[in-house]
């Protein structure tokens, strides 16, 4: 419990230059961070339930894998997905859905004070978006350096 209070109370610290940006609200930090701490710890695990074959869930989490993962495309089923299919190579856009066609907001929480703002719901919506995406829930590491992408967004 101790160190979840810790880390809780440097997400704090982390969240006043971020908010003192303009870009992201106090909310928003504050759920990504707590995300970001609990998807750290899950990341730990996961590499020693693999025993190191290859993961790299051990490094930290960087807005380049979370780039990277976020344009990647996925082919099966006879289609091409991508998380950028939807919500466009720019997370700060306006997206649309590429079944429904129905808008989307932006993705990044800089252009969206609605994202981020419930760490619940965040969790809710992954693995949906990941069996679209890759047939199978992402992993601790996919869903932090996502994460770290989206909040690097100014």
Known sequence: MKKFNYLLALAGAIALPVCAQGNISAKQSEVMNKLLAVYAEKAKVEVKEEKGRGTASDKPF???EGRRFYLVRRTWQSGDFTCSGCHTEDPKKEGKHIKTKLPLK?????ANPERFIDANKVEANFPAHCMDLHERDCTAFEKGNLIAYLKSIK
């Open 62 to 64: 960087t807005a380049e």
């Open 106 to 110: 932006p993705l990044a929480p800089s």
